[in-house]
Every structure is written in structure tokens, then in C-alpha cells.
């Protein structure tokens, strides 16, 4: 059988013979030849380079930049969707600016209540009056004010 790389092989041959391996029953084997037979090309091609330019028969660099090119044109470059986004400083006075803030209630504190000494009544401690009894209310006082 001939291979498929061979240089004596016309271009047509070479789709007869794919006719033939697409109708083949062992189709993943066949792959798997085909694979082999792809790493025996790039070994021939590497080395028929190499062979060539270091005999001088051609230019090493340009070589490279057609064997680049061919390469971008079976496998293009996916174009990018758009420039990166530039870094951007954080806005140190909005940081500031923007932060929540405790919130300070506008309603004075509310005022501690006591229990008067003689009613038992929870009064503000504002509205009490201080007796040798203790506590007493303003109500309590004004009854019966004591000393
Ligand atoms: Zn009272």
C-alpha cells in the first residue's frame, strides 16, 4: 500500500484514498493509522527543514515567516472582542463621601425612669423629688411633702 505522503502520489489519488478509508468498517482504526502516519510527516517535514537550511538551499527566517503565515491562514487567530479595560484608580473622595455613616438619632435619649417610694408609679426621673423616704413622684410630693 502507498503512502499517503508519498511525493509520487497525484493530488486525486489522494482523495481515492480517503473515498476508501471513509468507507471502511474499522473507521476509528484507520484513524489511528492516519495518526501515526501525520507524526511520521511532521519527523519527514522537520527534518527536510532542517536539512535544507542548514545546507543553505533556503533562509531559516523566512522559512519561519511563511510556515507562520500558513499557520494563521488553516488556523486563524480568534479576533478579539474589544481592548481590555484600562486600570482605573479607585475615587478615594467618593469612597469617603459615599460610606454610611452611623446614623445619630435626632430624639434627645430617653430619659431613665424610677419607681416612686410611695405610689410605686414608673415616672421620669425628671419628675421625681428627693425626700428622706426617697423617690416620690411629683404627684406624691405635692400631697404630702416631706423634708
Ligand atoms: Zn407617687
Redesign the pocket.
Known amino acids: 500500500m502507498s503512502k499517503f505522503w508519498s511525493p509520487m502520489l497525484p493530488g486525486e489519488a489522494a482523495w481515492d484514498y480517503i473515498a476508501r478509508l471513509q468507507g471502511r468498517e474499522n473507521f476509528e482504526s484507520e484513524v489511528a493509522t492516519l495518526s501515526d502516519e501525520v507524526k511520521v510527516l511532521q519527523a519527514l517535514v522537520s527534518s527536510l527543514a532542517q536539512t535544507m537550511v542548514g545546507a543553505g538551499v533556503v533562509d531559516g527566517a523566512k522559512l519561519g515567516d511563511n510556515f507562520q503565515s500558513a499557520l494563521e491562514t488553516i488556523f486563524p487567530k480568534p479576533q478579539p472582542v474589544g481592548p481590555p479595560p484600562a486600570p482605573t484608580m479607585p475615587d478615594i473622595p467618593a469612597l469617603y463621601r459615599d460610606k454610611q455613616r452611623p446614623q445619630i438619632s435626632s430624639a434627645p435619649p430617653s430619659e431613665p425612669t424610677v419607681a416612686?417610694a410611695?405610689?410605686s408609679?414608673q415616672?421620669l426621673h425628671s419628675k421625681t423629688n428627693i425626700t428622706g423616704s426617697g423617690l416620690?413622684?411629683d404627684?406624691?410630693y405635692a400631697a404630702s411633702p416631706m423634708p
Open positions: 416612686c410611695r405610689c408609679k415616672v416620690f413622684c404627684d406624691c
